[in-house]
């Protein structure tokens, strides 16, 4: 699978869109592209996915590059509620059911 | 609610004790995982159950001893533990099918090896 770089850290303000960045320079063309995020000491919580389009639903947005390379999940209006460490992981459906997570991006959002 | 879920929550035992974790799903997946999380460490895959089958192995230690007697249930069971496998076990499930899918978690059990 394809490794991901997140930033280790980022802060929003209540309120406003968290935008969080996600490099996968080395993704192929069959992998996916998924969030999760962690609030602390639960289990993980799938968010979206996608593979090529930008998608959106209840929750996210996703918004993929045309070269596949980075993404970013758009939390339109970010609540305390969403203070969280966000990963971004990338997997193709031929390597096993399986997700490597990493450090991924705690997030802080700010009353 | 995710329909996962894990008993106990928390736990506190031995290092010569035996004890169990379970977990259950109840959303008609057919694989079902076992992660380990350490403080301030990545989520660790442990085990892999698709079909009731083992598929993954992770190199974990044979004091854990992962069980799937069906579809819903998988269990996890220590034996003479270290305390450096104190930790937060979660265990998800999915529906396994072509292309995409995605993975729902339990809450976890919190586990003190003393």
């Known amino acids: 699978d394809a490794k991901t770089t997140q930033p280790p850290s980022m802060d929003c303000a209540e309120g406003r869109a968290a935008n969080l960045p996600c490099n996968h320079s080395t993704i192929s063309g069959n992998e996916y592209v998924y969030w999760y995020r962690q609030i602390h000491s639960q289990g993980p919580q799938y968010i979206i996915h996608g593979l090529k389009n930008n998608e959106t639903n209840e929750m996210a947005s996703l918004i993929i590059t045309e070269d596949r390379k980075s993404s970013t999940l758009i939390l339109p209006h970010a609540t305390l509620r969403d203070t969280a460490v966000y990963y971004c992981?990338?997997?193709?459906?031929?390597?096993?059911?399986?997700?490597?997570f990493g450090t991924g991006t705690s997030l802080t959002v700010i009353p | 609610e995710t329909g996962v879920t894990q008993t106990p929550r928390h736990l506190v035992m031995g290092m010569t004790n035996k004890k169990s974790l379970k977990c259950e799903q109840h959303l008609g997946h057919n694989a079902m995982y076992w992660y380990k999380q350490s403080a301030k460490k990545p989520l660790e895959l442990m085990f892999v159950?698709?079909?009731?089958?083992?598929?993954e192995n992770n190199s974990v230690p044979s004091r854990f001893s992962p069980e799937c007697p069906n579809s819903s249930h998988l269990f996890l069971h220590l034996h003479t533990l270290q305390p450096e496998d104190s930790a937060l076990y979660l265990c998800a499930s999915s529906q396994e099918s072509r292309g995409q899918f995605e993975q729902y978690f339990g809450p976890g059990t919190r586990l003190t090896v003393t």
């Open positions: 992981i990338v997997r193709t459906s031929n390597t096993g059911n399986q997700f490597y």
């Open positions: 159950y698709s079909l009731e089958e083992r598929v």
